[in-house]
């Protein structure tokens, strides 16, 4: 582990912890070239599949963009952080079930699914980007499914 401060890569840990949601170590070193201190974290590796895209490319498996998606469609609801946050983590739950590829279009319903019981003004403006409405009338059937679904 290099020294952030001046690239040494000798170092001690002075404190380990486990974060506080309990998936990482947290470390707290000091330099022996330069005496600062630094923090670092340790989490397991997960190894998650490759997603499919519409058009047939692979690429890797990105918390970054579901976790981006979700804040979007949450932007200016009354949603905390903590339950963007559960609900990217139980996605990438889900995800890490597959084995070797996931296509983007589960993923999407995935998410879909967990914003419509949170919010369904953010599950329609996940929605409305993630099925590309061509039209109103598409956009206005999705609203009229999740209204009568609510009022069930």
């Known amino acids: 582990m290099k020294c952030p401060f001046?690239?040494?890569?000798?170092?001690?840990?002075?404190?380990?912890?486990?974060?506080?949601?309990?998936?990482a170590i947290r470390r707290r070193r000091e330099c022996l070239g330069c005496a600062k201190r630094f923090t670092t974290y340790e989490f397991v590796e997960d190894i998650m599949p490759m997603v499919v895209k519409k058009d047939?490319?692979?690429?890797?498996?990105d918390r970054m963009k579901i976790r981006s998606g979700v804040m979007t469609a949450?932007?200016?609801?009354?949603?905390?952080?903590?339950?963007?946050?559960?609900?990217?983590?139980?996605v990438e739950q889900a995800c890490q079930e597959f084995q070797a590829e996931i296509t983007s279009s589960?993923?999407?319903?995935?998410?879909?699914?967990?914003?419509?019981?949170?919010?369904?003004?953010?599950?329609?403006?996940?929605?409305?980007?993630?099925?590309?409405?061509?039209?109103?009338?598409?956009?206005?059937?999705?609203?009229?499914?999740?209204?009568?679904?609510?009022?069930k």
């Open 106 to 151: 589960v993923i999407g319903e995935k998410v879909m699914a967990e914003l419509k019981v949170l919010d369904g003004v953010a599950y329609v403006r996940f929605a409305s980007v993630y099925r590309q409405f061509r039209d109103v009338g598409e956009f206005m059937s999705e609203l009229k499914d999740l209204l009568s679904k609510g009022k």
């Open 6 to 23: 001046c690239g040494n890569a000798e170092n001690k840990v002075i404190d380990s912890r486990i974060s506080k949601d309990g998936k």
């Open 56 to 61: 047939g490319r692979r690429e890797p498996f």
């Open 74 to 90: 949450c932007e200016k609801r009354p949603i905390s952080m903590e339950s963007m946050e559960k609900i990217v983590d139980d």
